[in-house]
């Protein structure tokens, strides 16, 4: 199951490391993704993507793909395979394996990466070390999602210079609503 969720992610990281912000025609918002990013008020003006995938007796995978002008935000997660074409609705949680000696060591279904948007490319100088998203409710008729997300990343190094990144990005109150989502089976 992790190595499902590391080969995706890695691949939607190769995907949206070569595309381009600039794009001239925005997505409409079926629903909204708001959150707290470092103190601040942050509202994604476009859903890139919001996708369930279904791998044959191998599981599944949410993702959750937003922006703004200036920063792309990526949420995934992952469970068993269902039989609907749905998430179970539940906590997911991520945990950097190398926190300190004290902290358990949680076998992580998430994972959150933050990008910033420079000149038309997309940059990712954070690692992810806790985070947490909870599909609060997702109707498989309509296709939609709701619930909520939070997660603390730490500068791992400058990828750019036209920007200053902080060395720890925090996000509290996520909230997405009625997003839209895809289904793929493989």
Same mark, same amino acid.
């Given at each position: 199951m992790k190595k499902l969720l590391s080969?995706?992610?890695?691949s939607l990281s190769v995907l949206f490391a070569s595309c381009s912000?600039?794009?001239s025609e925005e997505n409409s918002l079926d629903g909204s993704v708001t959150a707290?990013?470092?103190?601040?008020?942050w509202k994604a003006t476009k859903i890139t993507s919001v996708t369930l995938i279904k791998v044959s007796g191998g599981g599944q995978r949410f993702d959750i793909n937003v922006e703004d002008k200036s920063q792309m935000i990526l949420l995934a997660c992952e469970s068993e395979l269902t039989a609907k074409d749905a998430m179970p609705?539940?906590? #997911? $949680?991520?945990t950097d394996e190398d926190n300190?000696?004290?902290t358990p060591i949680v076998n992580s279904d998430a994972l959150f990466l933050n990008y910033y948007l420079v000149d038309g490319n997309s940059y990712g100088e954070h690692f992810p070390k806790t985070g947490k998203i909870t599909i609060t409710a997702m109707d498989p008729e309509k296709k939609t999602v709701s619930g909520t997300f939070s997660f603390k990343a730490e500068k791992v190094g400058a990828l750019q210079t036209k920007i200053v990144t902080p060395e720890v990005f925090e996000v509290t109150n996520g909230v997405f609503k009625?997003?839209? #989502? $895809?289904?793929y089976a493989q």
């Open positions: 080969i995706g992610l890695l912000s600039d794009e707290t990013v470092n103190g601040n008020a609705l539940k906590e #997911y $949680t991520f300190d000696v004290d009625n997003l839209p #989502y $895809t289904v």
